[in-house]
């Protein structure tokens, strides 16, 4: 089984230097994007949407040129194991997901996608071999449009420098940045 231009063992390889370790959802999204790739026309320039913010990024930014830093790719978080690549300019592409259905005839694969066993309780090679078996079994694709215009509908921007820690942020509302607000990831942060 090939993942685009990769053996499944070098795409494995491939998943483990750019997500840090060979996560099932990362290969199977590898496998999903590899699909979508070979239902649109060659030489169409594509944006990407993941449906969920787990894994599948990593799958479209280490097989396209779609990052989310460029602006290529958006993740809109339905919760749902599945991506679409399309034209940028028409809309017209490529939505590949899981299917339920065709995922609980592998016993393993069914497992770790509904969670059923626990990460310790899983038998990983178990999990490769049937992800590498399955092929693009477990799959489903729809032709999609996607609304481009509503996409491409960017709010402005408006940025300022915060009285307190004196850093640049994105003004909105507020007078001072959420971190000085209380609302950052940091417990505690002194000023120089």
């Not at 699909?35 to 449906?51: G, K, Q």
């Not at 017209?92 to 497992?111: C, L, M």
């Not at 969670?115 to 694709?141: C, P, W």
Request: hydrophobic content about 40%; overall charge negative.
């Amino acid at each position: 089984m090939n993942i685009a231009s990769y053996t499944f063992e070098e795409f494995v390889q491939k998943v483990r230097a750019f997500h840090g370790n060979p996560a099932p959802g990362v290969i199977l999204g590898g496998i999903m994007v590899d699909i979508a790739r070979r239902n649109l026309p060659e030489d169409v320039l594509f944006d990407a949407i993941s449906e969920t913010d787990k894994c599948v990024p990593d799958s479209i930014q280490i097989l396209t040129p779609c990052t989310y830093g460029n602006g290529w790719m958006r993740i809109i978080n339905t919760g749902r194991f599945a991506l679409s690549l399309y034209d940028k300019h028409s809309g017209e592409g490529v939505r590949v997901f899981v299917d339920p259905e065709k995922v609980k005839a592998f016993p393993e694969i069914n497992s770790w996608f509904f969670s059923l066993k626990s990460r310790k309780e899983q038998d990983k090679e178990r999990l490769m071999a049937e992800i590498k078996n399955s092929g693009t079994e477990i799959f489903g694709v729809h032709h999609v449009m996607v609304d481009i215009k509503a996409l491409s509908s960017k709010e402005e921007y408006k940025y300022a420098i915060c009285p307190i820690c004196k850093e640049s942020y994105l003004a909105n509302d507020d007078n001072i940045c959420l971190a000085c607000q209380g609302k950052a990831y940091l417990s505690e942060m002194k000023y120089q």
